[in-house]
């Protein structure tokens, strides 16, 4: 028998997280609609703002992220000493779990939330319970508080979810958070909040200043196009956030990333187009693909689920957008969801492109 280092058991048992792809390399143009990004890109400010700070790389960045907490609770009127920032809202996550779970603890999440929780539990040993949607494919409160009892440590909640597009009412939040034990942590991710135009939303900032049991996660990754540099951030009780500090890394967020999330927190005028370009997509998208015949899941965020009448015809789909016009979707059968698509709203091309793509592709 061979002897060599053994990883932790759990960690053999992680089915690594896939993420969407960009379509192979073609004539004329291709269009990545499979990872939710913002298909402006990111703000002129931000992009000025990296190349000033590429001029001393040699620094070590600010392990306080000092300006960009600033930043942060300026625009959102938030204690300063309440915020944490990360490589993205998934490094806050594994840290989460680094801080609050071991072996034999659970957390409690909706059946068809984000696959990242399950992993980074995965990571502490702990158990994920994936409680029912209702027939809508919405988180449903009654059957996540089901599952919870003396061993539950954390209940995720993504408002608005990936990959449904669907959202719970800050009515129904507070329900959820109501029926929880003190002791269970409330993590709201609203990584896609900024897109949500519904009066009966709210985010968490409200639930996550007024208990000692709520984080609410934000990221830079959508609405202000910075996914290629990993930032996100969190908002939560003080005790929260010290524990937080005490696993991650001191240096966790680069200096090109904190600038850029400063200058991208400013350019308001970039937010707005963005959510402009993303209302009509979103309209035009859904309206275009019912009219083909298709079930599409009311989303309020920067992508949708259309439904397809089998697991096979929803892949024979997306390669046939993918190979005969340059679209890459995301195919969402990891999330027990093998008859669905999920289509990031493009720009004006991209959207044209895949309802081009679709209604080629069903009049087969």
Request: hydrophobic residues 45%.
């Amino acid at each position: 028998m061979t002897v060599r280092p053994e990883p932790l058991p759990q960690v053999l048992e992680i089915s690594p997280y896939v993420p969407g792809h960009a379509p192979p390399a073609r004539e004329g143009k291709v269009y990545k609609l499979a990872s939710n990004e913002n298909p402006l890109g990111c703000s002129q400010a931000a992009r000025d703002a990296v190349q000033a700070a590429t001029a001393h790389m040699e620094i070590y960045p600010d392990g306080n992220c000092a300006q960009l907490k600033a930043a942060i609770s300026r625009r959102y009127g938030l204690d300063k000493a309440r915020l944490v920032c990360g490589a993205g809202s998934d490094e806050i996550f594994q840290l989460l779990a680094r801080a609050f779970l071991t072996a034999g603890d659970n957390i409690v999440q909706s059946a068809y939330g984000f696959l990242v929780y399950q992993l980074v539990a995965q990571q502490s040993g702990a158990q994920t319970r994936f409680a029912a949607d209702t027939p809508e494919l919405k988180a449903d409160v009654d059957a996540m508080l089901a599952l919870v009892d003396e061993r539950t440590k954390i209940v995720f909640l993504a408002n608005p979810n990936n990959p449904t597009g669907t959202y719970l009412s800050v009515e129904e939040v507070r329900r959820l958070h109501a029926g929880l034990p003190k002791s269970v942590l409330l993590v709201l991710d609203a990584a896609y909040a900024e897109y949500v135009s519904r009066n009966d939303y709210a985010a968490g900032i409200e639930l996550a200043s007024e208990f000692d049991n709520v984080l609410m996660t934000r990221t830079f990754s959508k609405i202000h196009g910075l996914a290629a540099l990993r930032l996100g951030w969190g908002y939560g009780p003080e005790h929260v956030i010290d524990a937080i500090n005490r696993v991650r890394g001191p240096f966790n967020v680069s200096a090109v990333a904190q600038v850029a999330g400063i200058a991208a927190l400013a350019d308001t005028d970039f937010v707005e187009k963005s959510l402009r370009v993303n209302a009509e997509g979103l309209e035009k998208l859904t309206d275009g693909i019912r009219a083909l015949g298709l079930e599409v899941v009311e989303s309020v965020a920067n992508f949708l689920l259309a439904r397809f009448g089998s697991a096979e015809e929803a892949k024979a789909a997306a390669s046939y957008l993918e190979t005969d016009h340059g679209v890459s979707v995301r195919l969402v059968a990891g999330y027990g969801l093998p008859e669905y698509l999920r289509i990031t709203v493009g720009d004006e091309e991209g959207v044209d492109a895949v309802l081009t793509g679709l209604k080629a592709f069903c009049s087969k």
